[in-house]
Every structure is written in structure tokens, then in C-alpha cells.
């Protein structure tokens, strides 16, 4: 099969588009026709090595994709056929023609919904709501203050935080990615190249601070919100795009009286992965009638794999990158 494989842990130009042996199914797992391969910033760390779970060489990155069935193993459980449109969430493996999954791991996908629109659903949204619902608390009627957001996971933290009732504080590099997350419902932007984060945000929050922070990026970035979130507050840690892990002050945390989350979708889901398939059916529920709509920017093909992933590493991507395999 055709694959976008990484041969030797580097940089993301080390990708080679070339032919490799489809994958082993185990009995119990489906194999998918991967029809597009939707990217995610750990995709990078991965090709990197820097990424907490590394794959055994050579591997095909992308963690999630969708497609149709080609095969059910004879112990594969849940309610899949031959032909059945999925997404799914491999965890590595999906820049290829066909993945291996467990059915735990795959979800059907509505009729009239794209498999570009459809592949980058599970991670984005997963981890959004996890975060929310699970670990940070997120009320109706708090202030929320996203990081990153108009990049994949930070879009749909605007998206799910509106519609679980959050005032929405939206923070990104340029007026152009902000445009995109007014239009995603946010109700503040804020242009941290141009801005302090902690003045307009205490500004905005008559001078309490806000009450979730949503923290994709690191750095700097999170020094300065812990200096602008509410008594009681949640400081939601989700990754460190900007390639810096901030050593947090413990005496900010007393200060402020608030708390620092760590946030893990991928081990979330393999540890209670009942309890993911339950917050999927909440978030599938929501897609069905209309209250979200997943943004894909840009469509790669799959031997432009390389270009795809530095539109990531670049900050040129806004919501979803998406690798169409036809
Ligand atoms: N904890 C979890 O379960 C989980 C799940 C999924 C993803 N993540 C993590 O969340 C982070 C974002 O992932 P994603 O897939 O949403 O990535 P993405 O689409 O590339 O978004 C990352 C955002 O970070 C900002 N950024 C700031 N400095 C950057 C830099 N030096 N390079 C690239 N981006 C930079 C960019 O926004 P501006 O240009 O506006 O600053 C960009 O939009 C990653 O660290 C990833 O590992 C964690």
C-alpha cells in the first residue's frame, strides 16, 4: 500500500511517500480503507520522537482518519459491516492507505458528512471535551479564555465552550485567525502578538480574572494567564505548540487560589474507554443537529504529506489540516 512513512526519527521533511506492507489485523480489530487522514501537532512530535507514546520504525504518523471498512475481524466487537463509513482514532498509521483499529476506537459517521470533515472529529473534539466536562468543570456562565485558538484543538474549544455556555476570550497570533473564531462564536478576541494576555484579560473580566483557561501553546503564554484567572479557577494544561514547557510557580497558584489540570485525551481513552464513547455519543449527538461544524482549512494529497505537516509546524493552519487519500 501506498503510505507517507517515516523511516528515521527527524524532522518532518524526512517523510518519504513510498509502498509499505498494509498492517497486521489482529482478530479482534477492523481494517479500514483510510480516505482521508486528518493531521494533529502530535503527528509532529511523533516523526520528532518527542512525543510520550513513539511507535516502533518504520511507521505511517497520523493518529485518526476516515474511511471505509474493508475487514472485520472475527472477534471485532460493536455493530461494524464491510462498507460501513467510519472515523477512527488508530493512534498512529493513518497517512496510509489502510489502518488497523479496535472497534472501541471507531465510530460510524453520518451520511451527508465528508470523510475530510469527518476524519479530524475524535481528536479535536474529544480532547476539547474531556477537558471541559471531565477535568476542568466548565460551567454555564464562566468566563473561558482559549489559547491557540483558531488552530485544531483551540477552534473547538471556542466552539464546544460557547455551547456549554462559557463567555468566550479568544487568543491567537493574527486578526486573521481571530476572524475565524468570531465567526466559531467567540465573544472577545485578543491578538497576543499585539496585546498583553493578563491587561485585556483582566480588562475584560473587571479585573477578576477568568475562570477556565484553555492551554494548548505553553511558554509564555501560560505564565501570563496564571496571572489573569479567577479565585477558583481551572488553568486546563493541553500541550505545548510553542515548544515550551513552563515551569509553573507554585505561588502563583496559591495567589490566585486556582488550580493547574493536566489534560490526556489519548491514555483518557484507553484507560476508561467507556467513558470516551460516552462523551462521543454527547459530542455525535451535537454534530447530528447542526450545533457543530468542524473547520478544515486546507486539503493535502497524500504525496504532499510533507506540506501538510508544515502547515502545522508553521502556524499556517486554521481548525483542521486533512490529508485526502482517494
Ligand atoms: N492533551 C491532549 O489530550 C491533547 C490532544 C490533542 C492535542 N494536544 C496538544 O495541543 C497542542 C495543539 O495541537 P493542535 O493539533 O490543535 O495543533 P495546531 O492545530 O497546530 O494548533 C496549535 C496552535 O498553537 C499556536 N502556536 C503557538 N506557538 C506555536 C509554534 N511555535 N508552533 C506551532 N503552533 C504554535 C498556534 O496558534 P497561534 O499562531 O495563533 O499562536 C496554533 O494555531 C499540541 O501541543 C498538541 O500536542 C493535546
Not at 167 to 191: M, R
Amino acid at each position: 500500500m501506498k503510505a507517507a512513512v517515516c523511516k528515521k526519527i527527524g524532522e518532518v521533511e524526512d517523510i518519504t511517500i513510498t509502498t509499505m506492507a498494509p498492517p497486521l489485523m489482529r482478530e479482534d480489530h477492523l481494517r479500514i480503507r483510510v480516505r482521508s487522514c486528518a493531521l494533529n501537532f502530535p503527528d509532529i512530535l511523533t516523526v520528532q520522537g518527542k512525543y510520550q507514546r513513539q511507535p516502533p520504525l518504520p511507521f505511517a504518523p497520523g493518529m485518526e482518519c476516515a474511511g471505509e471498512i474493508m475487514e472485520v475481524g472475527p472477534k471485532a466487537k460493536g455493530d461494524f459491516r464491510v462498507g460501513d463509513r467510519v472515523m477512527a482514532q488508530p493512534g498512529v498509521g493513518c497517512l496510509a492507505e489502510q489502518v488497523c483499529c479496535s472497534p472501541l476506537s471507531a465510530y460510524h459517521i453520518p451520511d451527508n458528512v465528508s470523510f475530510d470533515h469527518a476524519a479530524g472529529f475524535i481528536v479535536t473534539y474529544g480532547t476539547v471535551y474531556h477537558a471541559f466536562a471531565d477535568r476542568g468543570d466548565l460551567k454555564s456562565g464562566e468566563s473561558l479564555l482559549v489559547l491557540g485558538a483558531a488552530g485544531g484543538v483551540g477552534l473547538a474549544a471556542v466552539e464546544l465552550g460557547k455551547l456549554m455556555g462559557a463567555k468566550v476570550i479568544a487568543a491567537a497570533s493574527t486578526d486573521a485567525k481571530l476572524k475565524v473564531c468570531a465567526q466559531y462564536g467567540a465573544d472577545h478576541l485578543l491578538n497576543y502578538t499585539e496585546e498583553p494576555i493578563k491587561d485585556t484579560v483582566l480588562g475584560l473580566t473587571d479585573e477578576k480574572g477568568v475562570d477556565v483557561v484553555f492551554d494548548p501553546v505553553g511558554g509564555d503564554a501560560t505564565l501570563q494567564s496564571l496571572r489573569c484567572i479567577n479565585r477558583n479557577g481551572r488553568l486546563l494544561i493541553i500541550g505545548f505548540a510553542s515548544g515550551v514547557i513552563p515551569d509553573i510557580p507554585a505561588n502563583r497558584l496559591l495567589l490566585r487560589q486556582c488550580q493547574a489540570v493536566g489534560v490526556a485525551y489519548g491514555s483518557y481513552g484507553i484507560a476508561f474507554p467507556e467513558k470516551a464513547r460516552a462523551n462521543m455519543t454527547v459530542l455525535s449527538r451535537w454534530w447530528a443537529e447542526g450545533k457543530l461544524k468542524p473547520h478544515v482549512s486546507m486539503i493535502f494529497p497524500l504525496d504532499e504529506s510533507v506540506a501538510a505537516l508544515n502547515a502545522l509546524a508553521t502556524r499556517k493552519a486554521v481548525g483542521k489540516v486533512v490529508v485526502h487519500i482517494p
